[in-house]
């Protein structure tokens, strides 16, 4: 008996010397996981928005939204399929870039983003920032930026006041030299968690080398809920005309409730729409055209959607029809944004801004997102990294969507558009 109780004694100990080991490794796990990350991609950073006014809010907002028609006018060059890209995500990450450009690159830059001067930008994009992460809301909504930086690389400490101050951007250092593969992996593994892992391997395998210096990376989540949600009992196959002669199967909501209201308008050769989510901050916008899209592309642009929103009045419809969705997109924008007017960042470039030297230029522009709607409301995520290197006509009162549309989530309030797409075939 003596000798059973001694051996349960040293067990014990062994068991608690373990536990003890266990929990210092988890702990230096996550110290670890703590340092390699800038910050905690659920806890970002606030900027500092003294400076900001409704005025020059109003500014980067029509600059951020000039800017995503002017995207999808050249996206819809090539691509007429679906379309889903955040401009706001793009938008912020350039926007930190631009902050070390000078010269000829910081005009094209600017030029082609439609950026106010930097006493503008600075502090109103600061406050929209804030804004988007505010806390207790009823739906969710957070975007966050980060820096990565080769070890050892010694960037300008204005720049990078600049960038944390006003943008949130905090700095982690990684080896692309000798250990590329596990940057890309912890770069990615951020992004994920900043956008509850809708957004996956933003950065491909073999994309970094060791003659990356710098990723800017951006992130925006969304989740919210319909204030009036459609039945999933109410849903139907339907066809929806991907042209006017072909179609598709697909499930088709349907939402009819004679207590509410949206704001919608008959333009003519449009139908818009407004559904909002709950807390009334967020909404979708869906433009429909009465034959095709062809009819209303050609004009798509900030001051058009001005217009028809101005049409807009609360309004009781018979009904709703609205395809579910959900599909993700990626697009490598180098090419993209030379040919929008900012050729030099890609060669040529100046970004002294950053570093005090002319080595630096963007090697790539990545931009993925992922979008679900359904009849309980939408989720939507997008992520940009810049990479740098050194050297039918329908009754009025009913709304159908069974062909192609666009659509736009917004903030109500400032009408900053976050995410902005094409539906051309929801079965894809």
């Known amino acids: 008996m003596h000798n059973i109780k001694k051996i349960v004694k040293i067990m014990t100990k062994k068991s608690l010397l373990i536990s003890l080991i266990l929990v210092a490794f988890v702990g230096i796990i996550i110290t670890v996981v703590l340092f390699i990350f800038s910050y905690k ?16 809010i109003n500014e980067v907002v029509s600059a951020n939204n000039r ?6 006018s050249q996206l819809n060059k090539s691509d007429k399929g679906n379309i889903f890209y955040s401009p706001y995500s793009i938008f912020t990450a350039l926007a930190t870039t631009y902050e070390g450009a000078r010269m000829q690159t910081a005009d094209e830059i600017k030029s082609v983003f439609h950026f106010p001067e930097n006493n503008i930008l600075r502090p109103n994009s600061a406050a929209i920032y804030n804004h988007i992460n505010k806390k207790d809301k009823p739906y969710k909504l957070n975007t966050g930026n980060a820096l990565w930086v080769q070890k050892n690389y010694k960037l300008l400490d204005k720049y990078l006041s600049t960038v944390e101050k006003y943008y949130g951007g905090k700095v982690a250092n990684l080896d692309f030299s000798e250990k590329a593969e596990k940057s890309r992996q912890t770069i990615n593994a951020f992004i994920e968690g900043k956008t509850a892992n809708r957004i ?11 003659s990356t210096k710098l990723v800017l990376t951006n992130a925006i989540y969304f989740k919210g809920t319909w204030v009036w949600e459609f039945d999933k009992a109410d849903t139907r ?29 008959d333009v003519g050769d449009l ?21 095709n899209l062809n009819a209303i592309e050609p004009s798509l642009t900030i001051e058009k959607l001005k217009v028809w929103k101005n049409q807009m009045k609360e309004e009781k419809l018979d009904s709703i029809y609205l395809p579910k969705f959900k599909f993700d997109t990626k697009y490598y924008m180098a090419k993209t944004l030379s040919n929008m007017g900012m050729p030099s960042a890609f060669d040529n470039a100046d970004f002294s801004g950053i570093n005090g030297y002319r080595d630096l230029f963007i090697d790539e522009v990545i931009h993925q997102a992922f979008i679900e709607v359904d009849e309980k409301g939408t989720e939507a995520a997008g992520a940009t990294t810049v990479s740098m290197q ?22 109500k309030e400032t009408g900053n558009i976050l995410f902005l797409g094409r539906v051309s075939d929801p079965t894809k």
């Open 67 to 72: 800017f995503a028609f002017d995207l999808f």
């Open 41 to 56: 991609p659920t806890q970002t950073p606030e900027t500092d928005e003294t400076g900001s006014s409704q005025q020059g």
């Open 271 to 291: 139908q818009i729409l407004e559904l909002p989510y709950k807390g009334n901050d967020i909404s979708m916008l869906i433009l429909l055209p009465t034959e």
């Open 237 to 265: 196959e339907e066809d929806f005309m991907t042209t006017p002669t072909n179609a598709v199967k697909t499930p088709m909501m349907y939402l009819e409730n004679d207590k509410a209201k949206f704001s919608y308008a």
């Open 390 to 411: 050194d050297y039918v006509a329908l009754p009025r009162t009913v709304f159908n969507a069974n062909h192609p549309f666009l659509f736009v989530i917004q903030e």
């Open 200 to 210: 996956k391997d933003l950065i491909p395998a073999g994309f970094l080398d060791a």
